[in-house]
């Protein structure tokens, strides 16, 4: 009779792990596609909202480069800064690395981030290793050349 | 304690979703304790009150949830936007790893075994993978500086594989297959787990630089065009290095993964169908021209060739002559007899002396299927896809194409792993000796997953804070 009772047990635990290994995956799926709604939604909300050119940088110092102060560069919501071909702001200058700077604008601020450049990238002198939240006004150096980050 | 509690509660935004998602794992594993503790009651089951003390099936499962709620714990104070998914999927492939070894362990043959405390020490290894998964996570906080030390990293991983490779030149005559294990004192670590990781960092660097000259393509061969050589030179170069050092290694089963990843990764960087066409193509030659040369690679297919179903002189006499033949066919023979539902754990046969050999690392594949049947071999594949899809959206959702290639490459690690060691075990292709991630006992395999982990997680994490902002 024990044994009876403890072979029913083993067959519904075997069942049991079966039926959880598959509700654990129904559970991931179903977060997963709520993740996809969700970020769908605030992506639709981000294309209507922002326009596409929402600030400008203004060169202050050109530094060893050959741009003159001055001179205005549009800023998306995402921008990227650096000598190579896949950059949204190409500048022509050797202290600049193929991908130099990445900045943009999340929540009402903006944002400046290094990109592994040689020469670093600074807000307000401060290294921006990691990304650093930046207003109209500040001063943001990629490599040699000082920008003034402006409406 | 307290300091802990109150940042949990002062931030509104614990991760309650991958606590929530971690509930199902945590009783999966207590399910599964469970039979495996009551099958050791079984007079039928291989497994017994001596060769498995209950303090032996107890020590692992608890000792994985605790490691899984505190790393919960610590996410959650400092990565909150890190993505929610992976680490329950994660913790639970290496909790059914666990729970495997610590079956597996005792009925494991001489001289290897029998091993009591397998599941222990597997566990072991995964709180150290937890535990380096956090770290990778802390010391990455700008995963563009890794791009600029690629050649660096390039390097360090085949510093770490000369002693294998010397080795291997010593030992080339004996044309055996090996494994490549560096020895250091407290534990021996296979160093071509951490290669996989050094290359895909050098590709996706690589190719993120160049790769605007690469889908452009302007070097004319017949109606195809190719990439000019200064941007393949280094590409190719490592590729071929990595190639012929698994070839004196004798590890075919990374050869084979790493030319995988340098398609998947040429392919997602061009876009060029071409590029692949080509690689395929050559990948035939070299493949033609290795079952030439080396014998223990016409030996593989061979074994591939063996007709299991209608049973023959010929397939016997493979069976009983060619080393490798007995682990493929009772690897079949364990696969069939689970059926759909699986004999149950602690129930099947999967180790033991004329049982699957070394089931524990390359067969478990096998095992799983013997004791949780077709239908736990689906579920653990869907939990694969499932980590796969997750990797490649944390690769479509970053900005920068150094991250983008390099989450999407090492997401590629485990997808193509996981085909060629579960196809080789269920004799779709030559069986090649590399550990089915997460699953597998093995330190380093365990590890190296986890810091493959621990890169996705942190950049999904910058991601987010890119997007939401700081905080």
Redesign the interface.
């Known amino acids: 009779m024990p044994a009876l009772q403890i072979d029913s047990f083993l067959l519904i635990l075997r069942l049991l792990l079966i039926v959880l290994l598959y509700l654990f995956l129904m559970q991931v799926v179903i977060a997963i596609t709520r993740d996809l709604r969700k970020s769908a939604a605030s992506s639709e909300d981000a294309s209507t909202r922002l326009p596409t050119v929402i600030g400008h940088l203004v060169v202050v110092d050109s530094g060893p480069s050959n741009i003159l102060p001055g001179t205005r560069f549009d800023l998306a919501a995402q921008t990227n800064i650096g000598r190579g071909p896949t950059n949204t702001i190409q500048i022509p200058d050797n202290f600049i690395s193929a991908e130099h700077t990445r900045i943009w604008f999340r929540n009402g601020s903006w944002y400046v981030q290094d990109a592994g450049s040689v020469n670093g990238t600074y807000v307000n002198n401060k290294p921006a290793v990691e990304p650093i939240p930046a207003r109209p006004g500040d001063i943001v150096r990629v490599g040699y050349i000082q920008f003034k980050l402006a409406q | 304690m307290a300091q802990i509690a109150q940042t949990i509660q002062r931030s509104p935004h614990y991760r309650w979703?991958e606590l929530?998602?971690l509930i199902?794992?945590f009783?999966?594993l207590l399910?599964?304790m469970?039979?495996l503790l009551?099958?050791n009651?079984?007079p039928r089951s291989s497994l017994n009150t001596s060769n498995l003390p209950t303090i032996q099936g107890l020590i692992p499962v608890f000792g994985l949830i605790a490691g899984l709620l505190v790393t919960n714990v610590v996410f959650s104070i400092f990565f909150r936007k890190a993505d929610?998914?992976l680490l329950?999927?994660a913790g639970?492939l290496s909790g059914l790893g666990v729970l495997m070894s610590t079956r597996l362990g005792p009925d494991i043959s001489p001289p290897d075994g029998p091993i009591p405390d397998l599941g222990s020490k597997q566990l072991e290894w995964v709180l150290l993978g937890l535990i380096i998964c956090i770290a990778t996570m802390f010391i990455l906080?700008?995963i563009?500086?890794l791009?600029?030390f690629k050649y660096t990293f390039a390097a360090l991983g085949f510093l770490l594989l000369l002693p294998s490779v010397i080795k291997g030149i010593l030992t080339f005559k004996s044309n055996a297959p090996a494994r490549d294990v560096l020895a250091i004192p407290f534990f021996s670590l296979q160093p071509s787990e951490l290669l996989k990781i050094c290359i895909i960092i050098f590709f996706a660097a690589y190719l993120g630089?160049n790769r605007?000259v690469l889908a452009q393509g302007y070097l004319p061969l017949g109606r195809l065009r190719l990439p000019p050589l200064r941007q393949l030179g280094p590409l190719a170069l490592m590729l071929t290095l990595s190639l012929l050092v698994f070839l004196v290694v004798r590890e075919l089963g990374l050869a084979l993964l790493i030319y995988g990843l340098f398609l998947s990764m040429t392919y997602l960087a061009s876009g060029k169908l071409s590029y692949v066409l080509v690689s395929l193509a050559i990948f035939a030659v070299l493949v033609f021209i290795a079952y030439g040369i080396l014998s223990y690679i016409r030996v593989r297919f061979l074994i591939v060739s063996t007709n299991v179903v209608d049973w023959s002189a010929a397939s016997e006499s493979i069976y009983q002559n060619v080393l490798g033949a007995g682990q493929i066919v009772q690897g079949l023979i364990a696969l069939s007899s689970g059926g759909i539902?699986?004999a149950?754990?602690g129930?099947g046969h999967p180790a033991g002396r004329f049982f699957v050999p070394v089931v524990q690392s390359d067969m478990v594949f096998t095992a799983f299927g013997e004791e949780?049947?077709l239908?736990?071999l689906f579920?653990?594949i869907?939990?694969y896809l499932?980590i796969i899809?997750?990797g490649f959206?944390i690769a479509v959702?970053s900005?920068?194409?150094?991250n983008q290639l390099l989450a999407a490459g090492l997401t590629s690690i485990f997808a193509i792993q996981t085909f060629i060691i579960a196809a080789g075990n269920m004799k779709f292709i030559p069986l090649t000796g590399i550990p089915l991630p997460f699953l597998s006992y093995g330190g380093s395999s365990i590890l190296a997953n986890y810091i493959i982990i621990g890169i996705l997680l942190r950049i999904s994490y910058n991601n987010a804070?890119?997007?939401?902002?700081?905080t």
């Open positions: 979703k929530g998602l199902i794992p009783l999966v399910v599964a469970t039979q009551l099958a009651t079984d929610q998914v329950p999927l639970l906080r700008n563009s500086a791009a600029r630089e605007d539902l699986g149950g754990l129930l949780l049947g239908a736990g579920a653990i869907g939990i499932l899809y997750r959206r959702e900005t920068d194409a150094f804070v890119e997007r939401d902002g700081t």
